[in-house]
């Protein structure tokens, strides 16, 4: 079976939990096939709450260490999509 798995994240203070994650989808940069990042900017202010959506690809123990390991970081949600093709 073909799949793609994308990991959607909701960091609800990226202040508090930007360097953990950072840190976190780094170690794990080769099963991370594509990053995308999202959070409201304006002039007078940038907001604390934060989208990453990962696809992922490769390895799928690396894949389900990288969710495990980000699920231990408090303050964030994740959401798991996945495709078959």
Do not use: P, W
Not at 10 to 34: F, N, P, T
Not at 50 to 63: E, F, K, P, T
């Amino acid at each position: 079976m073909n799949e793609i798995r994308i990991l959607a994240l909701l960091i609800r203070d990226r202040v508090k939990e930007a360097g953990s994650v950072q840190s976190i989808i780094g170690r794990y940069a080769s099963v991370v096939r594509s990053r995308l990042g999202f959070h409201e900017l304006t002039e007078a202010s940038c907001s604390r709450v934060g989208i990453i959506i990962l696809q992922l690809s490769g390895d799928i123990s690396l894949q389900q260490q990288l969710e495990e390991e980000l699920q231990q970081v408090r303050g964030i949600e994740i959401k798991r999509i996945s495709f078959e093709i």
